[in-house]
Structure formats: structure tokens, C-alpha cells
């Protein structure tokens, strides 16, 4: 019960039912308020407990001054909690895992249960094995099923231990496409109350629900497990940026180019930590599609959420969805009455603003391995030829000046262009040359753009066009179909664009992430073998919204994001050597030449389509059971009982050490002595880099373990699917095959040096983490700028703990992994404004002291501490000292810090209750 201070607490009526709910303008100040925090402010209002939400707090937000820096601490509690697999997983193990310690230290075990509703979308276990044929669906479901039996049934089995928790099947869709077409309520309707829906998601695109006007965002696992289990998150009051959109786009743009540009534009402008907020008429002109598409895209520019408000465009698309009348009423009825309801013409107080006319918007892809990195489509043959030279060796840039003459079948290269054509002999016999630049995936995939039905018919019309004029993908190339939910397919049919689409290889390979997180499957072993030997520098072109290094295939150097229409385009081409803007993709059958302007749709084609082909009833078809799951799934064999029993044998599903020898008391927190580094990293290292999700190989720890255990290695599956497995993914950590370790020059994955022996002889990381445990030293790592962006995976920071690593000094860092490391008991600390490794000199075989630390025992936060780097690993040697800054910002993140980690604060607080 509220304690409701402001005595906000007021009756809402909705045709013949009546709801409590708690007044907004109740609160001085709440009517000037942006969006986000209006809901943030009901949120406080609704939970106020006189303890950890006090009436100050409510009185904070409401007299919130939009241009002071965050100092306010609030605690925010979703409404919801979404997982995917890959994150859910571990999530339930950990929970799990929970109930038994609860047990070990004499409590309740069923005090360890979700509080409030969690659903896990199974969507991230697909790979694309098969591609090309009628039958590929299929046959990769065969596939997933066989190398996730464990994960699945033990997912069945927490769907029937926890209360609240629901399983979405595999083969269904995308977990942030499901939000917005079933799961995602915008307002909430429990225990007779009416309240925004809010949520946090353990993928950073949980921010997809943002086109709904649900406030929502990407948090670690271990965070998730908290929300779940009651515990508010603690968060600081954010600076919220206005972003007004104006004008329309233009014919020819797509959802894809727009997005693309305002990634350009907020990673460039800062929004690390921030709201964004969309305003202006420009909103009203944006359909509830391209909203989600901007909202999916928040983790990109680096905000915590992408938000717009609710109108009109909110209430068709609910109706659309399939989305019952009552709710759809309830939801225009408390938006209106509570000032949640777009204005176009109104400028609430934003602390920072940027504008952008939707008119400006051109073609773009963005890459080669970031998603800020736009490049105007007209430009980008020419900015790959610049790209290409970080990609290839030293040799083949001497050959650049050199003229080439490559096969006819092959795209032309100009004078100047590293080139290097390579013969391939497929399967069939046919031969045929690749060269630096060849598009050897191309992937409609993500729920980034699966979930936009104007680019995904944009792309079925693209195909259409294509194979009436003769044209075919080049041999070379992996094409392949994921949408995010079967609604896309069934819109597909019903507009007769699948054959179309099949007869260009987009055959459907499943209903999932796929490519966009590594799942690509691997290429033909003839092509793989010639870029191999070759060390071409080939490329992907996806429809996904992460191109990081080493993430798509292990084959392809240089990832691009592009439209679907333009993915299909490129299959085409075959090659981004190719200006497909001025250049003939291919010839008709007569001989002449065909351009893309010749096989694109115009606005009114897509939009025709659009009308006719999509109703609600395809939504309530796909959903009306989608708990359920096919016959494969229910014949799935599960325990039973509240504690999971464990198998010993098992590779995928085993009991993590967190708790192992946890006390009811805490011990005190110490400084950090004697310490090595285990990585000495540059800029931007993602958690790509430092958890990859990817293939596993066979000369790696994780390899070597798996083969140990009698895992032939055609069934070694992905990092992503064995992360209920911890020694796996402590194996895995630091483990990405592009990760490059300054420590250890000249190599590249996962490798560092060993200072536990003489001389530092380069070892596997895992190898050496090993060692140092063993001798009893800690570790550190020292990295750049953006430490940890990208995906919101807590197995980054779980793995880093579980090697050893007590402290990150970074530059600066992405929010989630921050507050991730926190959770799992890592100290995250950064340089001083300005200073670097580099400039200070550190090479990373000194010996560090971290002290000051023991200032959190105190009840406080220290706001430095004294770091001392001595040189040659001896402590009365040179040394560098400064005052590192200490990132933990908020007092519920010391606590979670002083506890040893968030699941131990959060099970010694259950237990008191």
C-alpha cells in the first residue's frame, strides 16, 4: 500500500470497470515534466513506503531542474521483467541455485520466486545452419532442439516451479518484436490498479517497447533476478534530451535510414546514461513501426531509453495487434487523464535538445563494425575501398596500385582498390572468384527491422522486381529470412511476396535473432576455405542493429547494417566494391541493365501491400496460445519440485559457485594489493569482446573443455547457449577472436601474459587467470573509452569476476556493464579526466595497490582512490600513482558492492524478512 503523501490516490472509470490510480497533478512541477519522468513520478507515488521511497523523493522528481548534473538517487520498480534465452537462462540458474543457498542458511526456499510477472522468449538458440532451401526451417529446428534438450527442459522446469514465470516456445519470434505485437500492456491493470507499463529486459534492446510509449530499458541479468525477486532498481533522477522531429521522409528512405542517422547524431552528440525523448509534429507523422525501430536502436547511440509518448498511432497499432477493446480504451483514457498523451505542439523541459527534419534523411548503411558509423549509401563503395586497408595485410596493399583484372562474373575493381580474386570450386563444380569485399552473408534479420512491416515488404517488392527481370543472388553469397514473429511470414503469404522471396534464397531459416548475434551458421566450406587461405577481408550486410568485430562470422571481417531492401540489393551486387547506386546490379533477360531504382518500390506499392496484406486476425492467430509451444516442446521431460535437481554430467546447466561458503554477515570490504593485469584494452571494447556469443573452437579453453567432456565438436553450439554452464563461459570471457590484448602484442583472442612465470610467456587468459588464483595475486583490467557497450550481458561481468579481476580502470564505460560489474562484486574505477593508460605510461606489467577502497566500509562512498602502478613488477621500483575515480554511483550500488554482489545483498535481505 502506497503511504500517498499527496494524497494521489483517485478512482479511474473505463466503460464498466473502475480502477485505482495515482494522480499526477498532484505533484507541484509534474505538468512540465518530460514523458519519461512523468511515468517514473506514478511510479513513486504508487510505491511509496516512507522508507525507501519517501515523500522527498516524490517532491525531488516533481521539482526536477533539467539542467543539473544527476544526483538524486530514486527507486524505480518495473512493473514487468523480459528475458531472451541467452540472459534467461542464467537467470533461472541463478535463481535456482538461490533457493538452495536460502535453504543452506536456514530460510524459506520459496521466498525465491518472481514477484512480479517475468516471461522468457526463447529466440536467441536458433542457428542458420540451413539456408536456401524449402526445407531449412525445418531442419534448423530439428538442429536447435537437439543441441538445447537441456537449456529447454530446464526451462520447462522453471516455468513450472516459479509462480509468474512464463515461457514463450522456441520457433515463435524475436523476445522484442513479441513485446511490442503481445506482450507489452502500455498500461498495467493488477490487483485493481491502472499503472504505466514499465519493464527492465536482460537484452539492451529491450528499449524496443519504447515506440509504445513503455518505459523501459536493458539491465544485466543479475539485475533482472533482483527486479524479479521485489528488489527496486536504484537509479539516479537522468538529464532527459529532447529530440523534436519534423517533416516527413521522403520517398526512397526507409525506417532503416532514419535511425541509422539519429545513432549518427546522438552517439555523436553524448547520451550515455540519459533519456531521450521524442517530440514535435514530426512524432505524429512517425507510424508506430519506425518508432520502434528508433526505440530498438537506443543502446546504439547509448542512451537508456529511446521514448514516445502516447497518441493516436499507439492506440491503432494496439488495436492492430490484437489487443482487446477495454484495454485499448483504458489505455487513450489514462494517458489523457494523466498528461501522458503527445502534444504535438508542446516543448516540456528537456536539459539538452537536438532537432532533426525527417525530410534530410538519405540512403545509408552504417559500418564496418559499429552501428554510429553511418555512411551515405552514394558513398559507400568508395568509403569501403578506404575501410578495406585496416582489413587486409601489408602485401595486398602493395598490390593496390597495381592495375587487376579480375573474372567477369566478379564485380569490377578500380585501379587503386586492394583486390585479391580467389578461385572457388563449389559443391556442384561450378567455379567461380571471390575478392577482398565480397558479400558472402546477407541477412534480414533482428527484430530492429523484422518488426517494420514497410521494410520488410520494401524488401519482398526488391526481390519481386528482381526475379522478374531475371536477376539472382551471386553464388558466393549466404542469404537468409528471420523475422521476429510468424505474423511477418503470414503477411508474406497472404501478399503472394514469399515465392519471390525464395526464388532470391531469402528462404526462412527461423524465427529468431540468428545473424545479428552470431548465429549466422557457417559458410559453404568451399568459400570458407578460399577466404581462409586467401585472408580476404569479406564482408556481411544484415538488417540487424550490432556489427561489432568478430560477432557476425568468424569468416567475415567487415559487418554493414543496412535496410532489408538494400540487404537483398546487396545479394545482388555481391560485393560493396559495387556502388549499387550508379552501378547495374545485374543484366534482364534481354541484355540490358538493371539498377536498383529499377527494382525499388515506390512508397504507394509498399503501402498498398501494408493495407491489404496485414489485419489483426493474423496477430490473435499467431498468439492466441503462445505459451503453449508445439508437441516438441510439451513432450519435453522435466523434474519436478521447487529445487532443481542438478546433473552432474551436464554441459549446459550447472550449479554456479556464487554462494559457495556465504555467510548471513558481510565481510568487510578491502583495498586491492599486489595486483596484475590480466588485459590492457583500447577503445570501445564491447561486451562482444569480452563475452562473445559466437562459434566456439576447438584449440580454446572452452573447446578443449567441452572435448574433455565428450562434446564432439559438431555439437560444441554457441557460447550464447552455455551460459547456464559457468565453466564454458569463464573459459569464454575475454575469449573473442578479434579481442586485442595490448599486454600480448601481435596476437590476437584470447590471450595475455602469465607474470606468474618467468619472463610472462603469452598463455589463454583462462590459463593464466588460473594461475594467478592459485598463487593468491588479484587482478585488474585497463581499458579505454566506451568500456563495455553493447549488449546488456551479465556474463561479461560474471565471467570477469570468476576470473579473478577485483577492479576495471577504465576511461569511461557503457551503463549497464558498469553497474554489472557492481552487481558481481568488481570495482569499476576510471582515470582522471583526461589521463589514459597511455598517458600515463602503463604498459601492464606493473604491479598495482589500489587503497582507499576500505572508505565503503564507512557507509559512504569514496569519491577517489590511490592507485600505485610499480614498474617491473617490484613495489619499491618506479612507479606512476594517481587518483582513480570511483564509479560506483549510487548508495544502492555500494550496498550491492559491500555485499559482495547484488544476488548476495538481495538473499541475505529475503532471508531477514
Not at 67 to 74: D, G, K, L, V
Not at 241 to 258: I, N, Q, S, Y
Not at 512 to 527: A, F, K, M
Request: proline share 5%; with cysteine; net charge negative.
Amino acid at each position: 500500500m502506497s503511504a500517498n503523501s499527496f494524497d494521489a490516490r483517485s478512482t479511474l472509470r473505463v466503460g464498466d470497470e473502475s480502477y485505482e490510480i495515482f494522480r499526477l497533478d498532484k505533484v507541484e512541477g509534474s505538468a512540465r515534466l518530460p514523458y519519461s519522468l512523468k511515468v517514473l513520478l506514478e511510479n513513486l507515488l504508487r510505491t511509496e513506503d516512507g522508507a525507501n521511497i519517501t515523500a522527498d523523493h516524490i517532491r525531488a522528481l516533481g521539482g526536477w531542474d533539467s539542467q543539473a548534473q544527476p544526483s538524486q538517487e530514486i527507486q524505480f520498480t518495473p512493473a514487468r521483467v523480459i528475458m531472451q534465452d541467452f540472459t534467461g537462462v542464467p537467470c533461472v540458474v541463478d535463481l535456482a541455485t538461490m533457493r538452495e543457498a536460502v535453504k543452506e542458511l536456514g530460510g524459506d526456499p520459496a521466498k525465491i520466486n518472481p514477484l512480479a510477472p517475468a516471461e522468457l522468449v526463447i529466440d536467441h538458440s536458433v542457428i542458420a545452419d540451413k539456408f536456401g532451401t524449402a526445407n531449412a526451417f525445418q531442419q534448423n529446428v530439428e538442429l536447435e532442439y537437439g543441441r538445447n534438450k537441456e537449456r529447454y527442459q530446464f526451462l520447462r522446469w522453471g516455468q513450472t516451479a516459479f509462480d509468474e514465470f512464463k515461457v514463450v516456445p522456441p520457433g515463435t519470434g524475436i523476445v522484442h518484436q513479441v513485446n511490442i505485437e503481445h506482450l507489452a500492456r502500455t498500461v498495467m491493470t493488477r490487483n485493481g490498479q491502472a499503472y504505466p507499463d514499465t519493464l527492465v529486459g536482460t537484452d539492451s534492446h529491450t528499449t524496443m517497447v519504447n515506440g509504445l510509449g513503455v518505459l523501459g530499458w536493458g539491465v544485466g541479468g543479475i539485475e533482472a533476478e533482483a527486479a524479479m525477486l521485489g528488489q527496486p532498481v536504484s537509479m539516479l533522477i537522468p538529464r532527459v534530451v529532447g529530440f523534436k522531429l519534423t517533416g516527413e521522409l521522403k520517398p526512397g528512405t526507409t525506417a532503416t535510414d532514419l535511425v541509422l542517422t539519429i545513432t549518427e547524431m546522438l552517439r555523436k552528440h553524448g547520451v550515455v546514461g540519459k533519456f531521450v525523448e521524442f517530440y514535435g509534429e514530426g512524432v505524429a507523422a512517425t507510424s508506430l513501426a519506425n518508432r520502434a525501430t528508433i526505440g530498438n536502436m537506443s543502446p546504439e547511440f547509448g542512451s537508456t531509453a529511446a521514448i514516445f509518448p502516447i497518441d493516436d498511432e499507439t492506440l491503432n497499432y494496439l488495436k492492430l495487434t490484437g489487443r482487446s477493446e477495454q484495454q485499448v480504451a483504458l489505455v487513450e483514457a489514462y494517458a489523457k487523464e494523466q498528461g501522458l498523451w503527445l502534444d504535438p505542439a508542446a516543448e516540456p523541459d528537456f536539459s539538452e535538445k537536438l532537432e532533426l527534419d525527417l525530410s534530410t534523411v538519405v540512403p545509408s548503411i552504417a559500418g564496418p563494425k559499429r552501428p554510429q558509423d553511418r555512411i551515405v549509401l552514394a558513398e559507400a563503395a568508395q568509403q569501403f575501398g578506404q575501410d578495406v586497408r585496416n582489413y587486409v595485410s601489408e602485401a595486398d596493399l602493395d598490390e593496390a596500385g597495381k592495375e587487376s583484372f579480375p573474372a567477369s562474373d566478379a564485380p569490377a575493381v578500380s585501379n587503386g582498390v586492394v583486390s585479391k580474386p580467389t578461385q572457388v570450386t563449389a559443391a556442384d563444380g561450378s567455379v567461380y572468384e571471390i575478392d577482398h569485399g565480397a558479400v558472402t552473408v546477407a541477412a534480414i534479420t533482428s527484430c530492429t527491422n523484422t518488426s517494420n512491416p514497410y521494410v520488410m515488404v520494401a524488401a519482398a517488392l526488391v526481390a519481386k522486381k528482381a526475379v522478374e527481370k531475371g536477376l539472382s543472388r551471386k553464388p558466393w553469397v549466404k542469404t537468409t529470412l528471420a523475422p521476429g514473429s510468424k505474423v511477418v511470414t503470414d503477411y508474406f503469404d497472404k501478399a503472394n511476396l514469399t515465392p519471390y522471396l525464395d526464388k532470391m534464397g531469402f528462404n526462412l531459416v527461423g524465427y529468431g535473432c540468428t545473424t545479428c548475434i552470431g548465429n549466422s551458421g557457417p559458410l559453404d566450406e568451399e568459400i570458407s576455405k578460399a577466404i581462409n587461405e586467401a585472408d580476404l577481408a569479406v564482408t556481411s550486410v544484415l538488417s540487424g542493429n550490432r556489427n561489432f568485430e568478430g560477432r557476425i562470422n568468424p569468416d567475415v571481417k567487415m559487418n554493414y547494417l543496412a535496410s532489408p531492401p538494400l540487404v537483398v540489393a546487396y545479394a545482388i551486387a555481391g560485393s560493396m566494391k559495387v556502388d549499387i547506386t550508379t552501378e547495374a546490379l545485374g543484366t534482364d533477360q534481354d541484355g540490358n541493365p538493371v539498377y536498383l531504382k529499377d527494382i525499388w518500390p515506390s512508397e504507394a506499392e509498399v503501402n498498398d501491400v501494408v493495407a491489404n496484406a496485414i489485419g489483426e486476425d493474423m496477430f490473435s492467430k499467431s498468439y492466441e496460445d503462445v505459451f503453449a509451444g508445439d508437441a516438441q516442446w510439451q513432450a519435453l521431460p522435466i523434474p519436478t519440485g521447487n529445487t532443481f535437481e542438478w546433473d552432474p554430467q551436464s554441459t549446459y546447466v550447472r550449479k554456479p559457485p556464487y554462494f559457495e561458503g556465504m555467510t548471513m554477515e558481510t565481510s568487510p570490504v578491502s583495498d586491492v594489493q599486489g595486483a596484475r593485469v590480466l588485459a590492457k584494452l583500447g577503445d570501445s571494447v564491447t561486451t562482444d569482446h569480452i563475452s562473445p556469443a559466437g562459434a566456439i573452437k576447438a584449440d580454446t579453453p572452452a573447446g578443449q573443455y567441452l572435448t574433455e567432456h565428450g562434446v564432439e565438436r559438431r555439437d560444441f553450439n554457441s557460447y550464447g547457449s552455455r551460459r547456464g554452464n559457468h565453466e564454458v563461459m569463464i573459459r569464454g570471457t575475454f575469449a573473442n577472436i578479434r579481442l586485442r590484448n595490448q599486454i600480448a602484442p601481435g596476437t590476437e583472442g584470447g590471450f595475455t601474459r602469465d607474470f606468474t612465470q618467468e619472463d610472462g610467456p603469452v598463455s589463454f587468459i583462462y590459463d593464466a587467470s588460473q594461475n594467478y588464483q592459485a598463487a593468491g595475486i588479484p587482478l585488474v583490467i585497463l581499458a579505454g573509452k566506451e568500456y563495455g557497450s553493447g549488449s546488456s550481458r551479465d556474463w561479461a561481468a560474471k565471467g570477469t569476476a570468476l576470473l579473478g579481476v577485483k577492479a576495471v580502470i577504465a576511461e569511461s564505460y557503457e551503463r549497464i556493464h558498469r553497474s554489472n560489474l557492481i552487481g558481481m562484486g568488481v570495482l569499476p574505477l576510471q582515470f582522471p579526466e583526461g589521463a589514459s593508460a597511455q598517458s600515463l605510461g602503463l604498459t601492464g606489467e606493473e604491479t598495482f595497490d589500489i587503497t582507499g577502497v576500505t572508505a565503503l566500509n564507512d557507509g559512504g562512498i569514496p569519491e577517489t582512490v590511490k592507485v600505485k602502478a610499480a614498474r617491473g613488477g617490484a613495489a619499491d621500483g618506479d612507479s606512476v600513482e594517481f587518483d582513480a575515480k570511483v564509479r560506483i554511483d549510487t548508495p544502492g550500488e555500494a550496498d550491492y558492492y559491500r555485499n559482495g554482489g547484488i544476488m548476495q545483498y538481495v538473499l541475505r535481505s529475503l532471508i531477514r524478512k
